[in-house]
């Protein structure tokens, strides 16, 4: 498995952006599908966006779609989440994870970082 650590969240203002990170370590990063989560309080973990390990097939929640990118650098180990025309709804706490091609679910997942989107 690969160790995620995603970083870039914080406070902004409704309209605003955000880009978060998540840097992964393993040799094996460049083969995994990578994903973005979140979950507001109160509510359950849902999917954000995933992108293939090729970096060829993205896929967005109908919530974000035409607002936020999802991008990987495999030279760097690192998926990316850019964030635009935030809404307060946005507010949650985005999780990076990551699985093999072949696996059916996400089986490594980080520690997660704050979005908080004011109105």
């Known amino acids: 498995q690969v160790q995620l650590v995603e970083s870039g969240g914080g406070l902004v203002q409704a309209g605003g952006s955000l880009r978060l990170s998540c840097a992964a370590s393993?040799?094996?990063?460049?083969?995994?599908?990578m994903g973005w989560f979140r979950q507001a309080p109160g509510k359950e973990r849902e999917f954000v966006s995933s992108?293939?390990?090729?970096?060829?097939?993205?896929r967005y929640a109908d919530s974000v779609k035409g607002r936020f990118t999802i991008s990987r650098d495999n030279a760097k180990n690192t998926v990316y989440l850019q964030m635009n025309s935030l809404k307060p709804e946005d507010t949650a706490v985005y999780y990076c994870?990551?699985?093999?091609?072949?696996?059916?679910?996400?089986?490594?997942w980080g520690q997660g970082t704050q979005v908080t989107v004011s109105s």
């Open positions: 994870a990551g699985r093999r091609n072949y696996e059916p679910i996400f089986s490594s």
């Open positions: 393993g040799r094996t990063f460049s083969t995994y599908v």
């Open positions: 992108i293939a390990w090729t970096g060829g097939t993205t």
